[in-house]
Nanobody, 129 residues
Framework: QVQLAESGGGLVQAGGSLRLSCPASGRTFSSRAMGWFRQAPGKERGFVAGISSSGLNTYYADSVKGRFTISRDNAKDTVYLQMNSLKPEDTAVYYC??????????????????????WGQGTQVTVSS
């Protein structure tokens, strides 16, 4: 029902910035919470940021708080991740993900990868020192 296509990754020096984009296909984007995860070599996939379906609520991993900003434009069916003050430890493949549509009293955790229904293919971010 939903296809995600991340873009915007690349090579940047420490202290620099990148903006990742994740346009979504389908007509249910505005009803889904969205998230960004990342996976570095030899590490498990970890939570980076999440945003509610309305865009009014955002959540961040402690390691990126104050440096990264997640946002969404429901009119364009796109979620973004603005990354500032990048560090070498931010180097990873970044994935965009969409949660199921919430009906009734159902709840999902932004930080748990298993709670996301759809995933993009990932985009590489490399930060040099």
């Amino acid at each position: 029902q939903v296809q995600l296509a991340e873009s915007g990754g690349g090579l940047v020096q420490a202290g620099g910035s990148l903006r990742l984009s994740c346009p979504a296909s389908g007509r249910t984007f505005s009803s889904r919470a969205m998230g960004w995860f990342r996976q570095a070599p030899g590490k498990e996939r970890g939570f980076v940021a999440g945003i509610s379906s309305s865009g009014l609520n955002t959540y961040y991993a402690d390691s990126v708080k104050g440096r990264f900003t997640i946002s969404r434009d429901n009119a364009k069916d796109t979620v973004y991740l603005q990354m500032n003050s990048l560090k070498p430890e931010d180097t990873a493949v970044y994935y965009c993900a969409a949660q199921p549509i919430i009906r009734g009293s159902g709840t999902y955790n932004y930080t748990v990868s298993h709670d996301y229904e759809y995933w993009g293919q990932g985009t590489q971010v490399t930060v040099s020192s």
